[in-house]
């Protein structure tokens, strides 16, 4: 095991700034704080054999596990969806910076990484009906399952784009072509960027959402709190499906 590279250098190799700019690309959380996480990590496994894939299918077991968690009863569960969350996005940070620095990117690498954020969020939304329910199936658990459905058909609707554009032999969409051609779309989608209620429909933040909300169980004495969560994370998520295909369909990405 030779010496740990000098920060720095990682720095440059691993967080690229093209990337860490991008909207699209980088989760706020990464470079709020993550970032400087991962690269200290990343900095210790670049000297041994752990591979880039090894990672990422550690990030995926993380995130179904984090759903998972919420099967335990009481304010366990959230804590530890929420710090198995955390973990989650430590390792998507981590994998793609081992990666580069190692030069081992790989098709195998971005397909598990995809699917890996379709089962972690999906995880969460389906745990957050059982936690809601607090015992047996009903209602909650089916709002639960729809909400996950939800999530499915949001990044589902992102990914297809690439898939679109790489059918019609075109490079991959930028920044500049997510701008929604019709004013009036625009317009409500800056609104909708103002408020941010649609990062909830993220993994990372519905976590926090559903630990705020057991605290509040916690306080009150039952799970109202968290069922109302929940009805706000399927009622968000199933008013971006169709808002999230027209910005698509009214945008430069498909052309």
């Not at 081992?98 to 971005?110: F, L, P, Y």
């Not at 936690?131 to 199936?137: D, N």
Request: glycine fraction near 10%.
């Amino acid at each position: 095991m030779g010496a740990a590279p000098v920060l720095e250098e990682l720095r440059e190799v691993c967080q690229p700034r093209a990337k860490l700019a991008s909207r699209n690309g980088e989760h706020w959380a990464g470079r709020l704080y993550m970032r400087k996480i991962s690269l200290r990590l990343t900095r210790q496994l670049v000297r041994t054999p752990v591979t880039p894939d090894q990672l990422t299918w550690t990030m995926v077991v993380c995130g179904v596990a984090s759903g998972a968690a919420l099967l335990v009863p009481g304010l366990t569960g959230p804590v530890l969806a929420a710090v198995l969350m955390q973990l989650f996005l430590l390792f998507d940070c981590v994998d793609g910076e081992v990666a580069r620095w190692k030069g081992q990117n790989s098709a195998t690498g971005i397909y598990v990484d995809r699917l890996g954020a379709y089962l972690a969020d999906a995880a969460l939304m389906a745990g957050a009906g059982f936690h809601a329910a607090r015992s047996g199936f009903g209602g909650w658990v089916s709002l639960g399952l729809a909400t996950a459905l939800g999530v499915v058909l949001l990044k589902a609707s992102t990914d297809l784009v690439d898939v679109a554009r790489a059918r019609r032999g075109l490079t991959v969409a930028d920044d500049e072509s997510t701008r929604p051609r019709s004013q009036g779309v625009a317009a409500v989608r800056r609104l909708a960027a103002a408020f941010k209620v649609h990062r909830l429909t993220n993994g990372i933040e519905a976590s926090l959402l559903l630990l705020a909300a057991a605290i509040g169980d916690t306080i009150t004495g039952g799970v109202d709190v968290t069922r109302w969560a929940l009805i706000g994370l399927a009622a968000i998520t199933w008013v971006m499906v169709p808002a999230h295909l027209l910005s698509i369909l009214s945008s430069s990405r498909l052309r």
